[in-house]
Nanobody, 125 residues
Framework: QVQLVESGGELVQAGASLRLSCAAS????????MSWFRQAPGKEREFVAA???????YYAESVKGRFTISRGNVKNAVYLQMNSLSLEDTAVYYC???????????????????WGQGTQVTVSS
C-alpha cells in the first residue's frame, strides 16, 4: 500500500522560509517522478515543482528562484524548501507521485497516481 505523508506546513510571516517534507512508503520511490502541488481555497490545484529520478527539477514560474525541490532516495523522501514566502503562497501543499519517470505533462495533476493528505501553509502579512 502506497502512503505519502507530508509535514512541515505552518503559519509564517511574509518573507519567511519553510521546508516541507514528504515521506513515501509502499513503492520503489527511487524510480519515479515526485512532485509538489498546492491548492488555495476556491482555486484549482496547481503545479509547484517536480523532480525526476536523476534529480532534474522543474518549477512553476511563480516559485522559480524561491523554492527548491530535492529528494532523498535513501530516506524515500522529497523536500520542498520555500524561501521568501508571500501571501500568494498560502495553500494546502500536496506531495504526489507518478508511476513513471517520464517528464511529459509533469505539471498536470491528472497524470499523478498517488497523493498525500496535504499540509497547510499559511503566510500572513
Amino acid at each position: 500500500q502506497v502512503q505519502l505523508v507530508e509535514s512541515g506546513g505552518e503559519l509564517v510571516q511574509a518573507g519567511a522560509s519553510l521546508r516541507l517534507s514528504c515521506a513515501a512508503s509502499g513503492l520503489t520511490f527511487s524510480l519515479y517522478m515526485m512532485s509538489w502541488f498546492r491548492q488555495a481555497p476556491g482555486k484549482e490545484r496547481e503545479f509547484v515543482a517536480a523532480i525526476r529520478r536523476d534529480s532534474t527539477a522543474y518549477y512553476a514560474e511563480s516559485v522559480k528562484g524561491r523554492f527548491t525541490i530535492s529528494r532523498g532516495n535513501v530516506k524515500n523522501a522529497v523536500y520542498l524548501q520555500m524561501n521568501s514566502l508571500s501571501l500568494e503562497d498560502t495553500a494546502v501543499y500536496y506531495c504526489a507521485v507518478r508511476n513513471t519517470d517520464y517528464a511529459g505533462r509533469y505539471n498536470d495533476y491528472h497524470y499523478y497516481h498517488y497523493w498525500g493528505q496535504g499540509t497547510q501553509v499559511t503566510v500572513s502579512s
